[in-house]
């Protein structure tokens, strides 16, 4: 149902990611936006930046008066930190230099959490698991630049979404190489969490630590070369996909334990799709059930792969629509 008079001015929305920038139009809440303008976050200085080239681009008459941004970042206080992208900026001076009525900020994996009220085949698909418990909770996680996830829960006849923090859980350990590599990402950054491994960053954290381990000199890599040589057959950036889809499995069963998320699981983020068949599901959910005697209710659980191209975007329009 359209919540918008016709005449009203369309409601820009954009998701900031550590890596990618992207925004569009809702004219209909409830609805992805229709175009998607994407850039790289290190484009542009900021998000007032960002958001001129983005209503340049996508806008017409009636020009926006409403933002709403995801971003991955804390959000406390008036300025804002994204520590991946380089930016720090004040909300009320961009709303301010933008001439705005009203700029929202949302943490990036609550818009992921409400997109995930919405999905359904083919914008989900299920990748294991049974059918998902009804009124249970949901879980969205997904690797990224970072590791983000958020909860959403059943509540009477409408949805609530709630941020977590489930990317800086302690990772999972099975095996003694495990243990050494986790050992050495806590020498360096002081806590080995999930996200230390199971993300953009943390891939290439674990390449150069398991390179360390085995005695080779330094060579720094990207996430996505850590990826074509994987699936080219190099075996250290194999052990580093391997590495990274274990502890997402670890980290999403872990989740779904201490939420009780038999609604499903949802796995989305940028890294799992550029993967594509790279992406080895089985292992993922060999280490998702593998918590001993809560195997049977884990492998009970649905695990759907987010399948839309812009959740976060899409998430936002949803959640206007819930507070319409
Ligand atoms: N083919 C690939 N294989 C592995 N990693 C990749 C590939 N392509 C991109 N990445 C990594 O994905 C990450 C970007 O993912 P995504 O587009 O979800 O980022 P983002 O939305 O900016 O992230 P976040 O919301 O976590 O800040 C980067 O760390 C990048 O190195």
Redesign the pocket.
């Known amino acids: 149902m359209s919540t918008t008079r016709p005449d009203a001015p369309p409601v820009l929305v954009a998701?900031?990611?550590?890596?990618?920038?992207?925004a569009g139009l809702v004219t209909e809440p409830g609805h992805a936006p229709g175009t998607v303008f994407t850039r790289p976050?290190a484009d542009f200085p900021g998000l007032a930046e960002f958001l001129q080239a983005a209503m340049a681009a996508l806008s017409g008459e009636p020009r926006p008066m409403r933002v709403i941004c995801a971003v991955?970042s804390p959000l406390h206080e008036d300025t804002v930190r994204l520590t991946?992208?380089g930016w720090t900026f004040s909300i009320s001076d961009t709303q301010r230099r933008l001439g705005l009525e009203a700029l929202t900020l949302m943490n990036?994996w609550v818009a992921q959490g409400w997109a995930v009220t919405r999905l359904v085949e083919p914008q989900r698909l299920q990748r294991k698991g049974g059918k998902p418990a009804a009124d249970a909770p949901r879980l969205a996680i997904?690797?990224?630049?970072?590791?983000?996830s958020a909860l959403v829960t059943p509540c009477a006849d409408h949805w609530q979404v709630f941020a977590t923090e489930g990317g800086h859980i302690s990772v999972g350990i099975t095996s003694q190489r495990e243990a050494d590599l986790a050992l050495r990402l806590h020498n360096r950054f002081g806590h080995c969490s999930a996200e230390r491994v199971a993300?953009?960053?943390g891939?290439?954290a674990v390449h150069d630590a398991l390179r360390e381990i085995d005695g080779h000199p330094p060579r720094s890599c990207?996430?996505?070369t850590?990826?074509?040589e994987a699936v080219a057959g190099d075996p250290l950036c194999r052990e580093v996909l391997a590495q990274f889809t274990a502890a997402l499995g670890s980290a999403a069963g872990d989740l779904a334990l201490a939420t009780g998320a038999r609604g499903g699981i949802y796995v989305g983020?940028?890294?799992i799709p550029?993967?594509g068949d790279?992406f080895d599901w089985n292992r993922f959910h060999a280490r998702f059930t593998a918590k001993g005697r809560f195997q049977d209710y884990l492998a009970a659980i649905p695990v759907y792969a987010i399948n839309h191209p812009a959740p976060?975007l899409l998430g936002l329009s949803v959640y206007l629509e819930a507070q319409a």
């Open positions: 998701d900031i990611g550590g890596t990618n920038a992207r976050t991955a991946n992208a990036d997904g690797p990224g630049t970072g590791l983000g993300s953009g960053v891939m290439e990207s996430a996505e850590i990826a074509r983020g940028g890294i550029a993967l790279a976060a």
